[in-house]
């Protein structure tokens, strides 16, 4: 298996950019997708989004809409920003196989995991999520879609409040053609809801908004950064082998370890000091990031994630 994914990712560096940037609008211009999909391991496949901010040039394809072919039908994760962005994966999924989808999994309650949702639902395709999940969208949903018609204009037509058909509370275990599927609510991690996709045979995670490796993971005001860190440690315990990240390509554990939790780890431990020694709100927009300033959104990241983190530690 470790010889395939070398072989894999040496694949990958032929038809991907292995450094991904948010200055390219658009790599897939016959397509709604911001991206054409990749076959990461065999039968599991990812249309990977732009590493930057939704727009209309990307259509709001900023996460990755990944899918497995399974043999005995086809499972989605995340509905898409947009109809259109649904219309489209389906239209790719419709040239690789002729199964039918048969599942979509939404990976949080955020616009480019469920605004897509009405596409499916019109094909009578159960839509999964998890509870809390749900309960996020149902009160935002009209702001969410609000949002996304002013970046995508002419784009967001079609396009309606759809939440998930099903919910769950902890794990819900598909079994379906070749593919034990375990769509698993690991713990907190960067907003409610966020699960992770998780296929033990063939040590691959589909793992939402819990990592991220190529931009900087977004902090926001009920993002639990405490809960996160210690969600990690089970994320990491289920000990995959490969890693389809909510935003970025295909990596490992190492990776997004390291632009994630230890991340966490280092704005956290530099806010603490900062408390400690009397500093103030305004004080903690000036700490020091610039050792991930390599990363994608870090410009329009940095200085409101340490803001949320210092608001949040203030009465830990």
């Known amino acids: 298996?470790?010889?395939?994914?070398v072989a894999l990712c040496s694949v990958l560096a032929l038809v991907v950019p292995s450094i991904a940037s948010q200055s390219i609008p658009d790599q897939y211009p016959q397509s709604a997708l911001y991206s054409k999909p990749v076959e990461v391991i065999p039968h599991v496949w990812s249309a990977i989004g732009?590493?930057?901010?939704?727009?209309?040039?990307?259509?709001?394809?900023?996460?990755?809409?990944?899918?497995?072919?399974?043999g005995d039908g086809v499972v989605v994760v995340n509905g898409g920003a947009?109809?259109?962005?649904a219309e489209a994966l389906h239209d790719e999924i419709k040239k690789i196989t002729d199964q039918p989808v048969k599942l979509v999994i939404n990976e949080n309650g955020q616009g480019h995991a469920m605004l897509g949702n009405g596409y499916w639902a019109e094909l009578g395709v159960p839509i999964l999520a998890h509870e809390d999940a749900a309960a996020a969208f149902k009160e935002r949903a009209y702001d969410i879609l609000d949002r996304m018609k002013g970046y995508n204009r002419e784009k967001a037509e079609k396009t309606t409040v759809k939440g998930p058909t099903k919910t769950f509370t902890d794990v819900e275990i598909v079994e379906m053609g070749g593919f034990k599927i375990e769509v698993r609510m690991i713990g907190p991690a960067h907003s409610p809801g966020d699960i992770s996709v998780w296929l033990p045979d063939q040590k691959l995670v589909i793992a939402g908004d819990m990592a991220f490796h190529e931009r900087l993971p977004p902090i926001f005001d009920d993002t639990d950064t405490a809960g996160w860190l210690e969600s990690w440690e089970k994320f990491e315990a289920l000990g995959a082998l490969y890693v389809i990240p909510g935003h970025g390509h295909p990596t490992n554990i190492a990776q997004v370890r390291r632009y994630t939790k230890d991340y966490l780890v280092f704005l956290r431990g530099e806010i603490r000091k900062l408390i400690d020694a009397g500093g103030s709100l305004q004080d903690a927009y000036d700490v020091d990031q610039s050792s991930f300033a390599h990363l994608d959104t870090f410009q329009e990241l940095a200085k409101r994630n340490a803001g949320r983190v210092f608001e949040q530690m203030e009465f830990e």
């Open 82 to 85: 947009a109809y259109v962005l």
């Open 1 to 5: 298996m470790r010889l395939m994914f």
């Open 50 to 70: 732009a590493s930057g901010p939704p727009t209309h040039e990307n259509t709001g394809h900023n996460n990755n809409l990944s899918f497995i072919v399974t």
